[in-house]
């Protein structure tokens, strides 16, 4: 097997922009979170958390150095095919 390397290993990332994507869950979020990294060989950057606006957030980097934004936000409700519904 290769070797990966560890979830949080301090890696300096730039990137010119960050892409985001909104999971329906905190759970969805953590599932994400935690197992796209690894299977992408990407990094973790920040472990899932609450935020300041309520909301729970993410960040890792794909093997190409971009940094996906990956968030929950109890205001922007998704369906189940993950499209944006109205509150």
């Known amino acids: 097997e290769e070797d990966l390397p560890p979830v949080n290993e301090p890696q300096s990332v730039h990137s010119s922009i960050t892409l985001a994507?909104?999971?329906a869950s905190k759970a969805d979020l953590d599932?994400?979170?935690l197992t796209q990294p690894r299977?992408?060989?990407?990094?973790?950057?920040r472990e899932p958390a609450d935020t300041f606006?309520?909301?729970y957030a993410s960040s890792l980097a794909d093997p190409d150095g971009h940094v996906w934004e990956i968030a929950w936000n109890p205001f922007f409700i998704?369906?189940?095919s993950g499209i944006p519904r109205p509150n």
């Not at 299977?39 to 950057?45: A, D, F, K, P, S």
Request: charged share 15%.
């Open 21 to 23: 994507q909104n999971q």
């Open 31 to 33: 599932h994400v979170a």
């Open 39 to 45: 299977e992408w060989h990407g990094t973790l950057h």
């Open 53 to 55: 606006w309520g909301g």
């Open 78 to 80: 998704l369906d189940d």
